[in-house]
């Protein structure tokens, strides 16, 4: 007996950096192109967001910066191959990654929504047993102060000796 598949589409994770040698004027055709990309491959972008220029860990094909960005999609597995295939053939991408993942923002229930959102009670230890501390006393400053007066004494008889000088 065959076991029954989801009928839900297979929810995607994208992550990929475009070169720093690209201005950002220049970001807008790469990403609507991997867009596309994900579109004719009957998919649906669920979520994009742009991270901006940052510094790479290491150093890739001599770039030492480039542009991040996070896409979300829905895909049929079959599609997935294909756009694979051509981001690695995309010039413009240093590195990218794609993996498979639950949705964190689309398909999701109101409700589950709001229970995420609301905070969680904090809960009290008492089981636990006080730690005893010991008082540390500061040392005693009267020492101090007669060393102070000691080495005023002794500057006072240097200064007013006057072959010193």
């Known amino acids: ?25 220049e970001l807008e055709p790469i990403v609507s192109k991997i867009a596309q990309l994900i579109a004719e491959g009957e998919g649906k972008i669920t979520y994009d967001e ?3 220029k940052r510094r790479l860990a290491y150093p890739i094909k001599t770039f030492t ?6 896409v979300e999609f ?25 993996i498979k993942k639950e949705s964190k923002h689309a398909n999701q229930p109101s409700a589950v929504l709001k229970e ?9 230890m008492t089981t636990a047993k006080p730690i005893k501390a010991e008082v540390v006393k500061p040392k005693s400053k009267a020492k101090e102060k007669a060393d102070l007066k000691e080495l005023d004494e002794k500057l006072e008889k240097i200064l007013e000796n006057t072959d010193i000088i």
């Open 116 to 124: 995420q959102q609301q905070p969680q009670p904090v809960v009290e």
């Open 65 to 70: 910066h480039g542009y991040y960005r996070l």
């Open 74 to 98: 829905d895909l049929s597995a079959v599609n997935l191959s294909r756009i694979e295939r051509n981001l690695r053939m995309m010039p413009e991408l240093i590195r990218h990654q794609i």
């Open 50 to 52: 742009d991270w901006g």
């Open 1 to 25: 007996m065959a076991k029954n598949k989801s009928a839900a589409t297979p929810h995607y994770e994208l992550l990929y950096i475009i070169s720093n040698k690209f201005s950002e004027n």
